[in-house]
């Protein structure tokens, strides 16, 4: 699910816009319908408004999805770390290959001390 945390975010992020820009296009059509001038400092003043609290619900949203993004990464982190930290195979299979080099010196050393 981790994967898919970005193109969500960006998916997230245009349909956030879109709204936006669909309530601006709301207010337009309802001015128009009244024959109001459609640039006005009130019309301009009630978009920043609304602007500002999509701004605060966006913000709040962000830092919701950093935590969890923050949060996946150090799960993914420990992960990686347990799997890396420690392994009983690799660590005997150094042991049995440490022996066995022993042995085959031990074994090459006296066989060249008996043909000597």
């Known amino acids: 699910m981790s994967h898919f945390l970005f193109p969500e975010s960006v998916l997230n992020k245009f349909s956030r816009e879109e709204l936006e820009l669909e309530i601006r296009l709301d207010i337009l059509k309802a001015r128009r319908q009244l024959n109001q001038p459609i640039e006005t400092k009130s019309s301009v003043l009630e978009f ?35 799997r890396t ?32």
Not at 88 to 110: C, M, W
């Open 48 to 82: 920043q408004g609304q602007r500002h609290s999509a701004t605060v619900a966006s913000k709040s949203e962000a830092l919701r999805r950093n935590k969890i993004l923050l949060k996946d990464l150090d799960v993914r982190a420990a992960k990686l770390r347990s």
């Open 85 to 116: 930290c420690y392994c009983p195979t690799e660590l005997h299979l150094t042991s049995l290959r440490k022996k066995y080099h022993d042995e085959l010196a031990a074994h090459y050393y006296t066989s060249k001390v008996i043909q000597l």
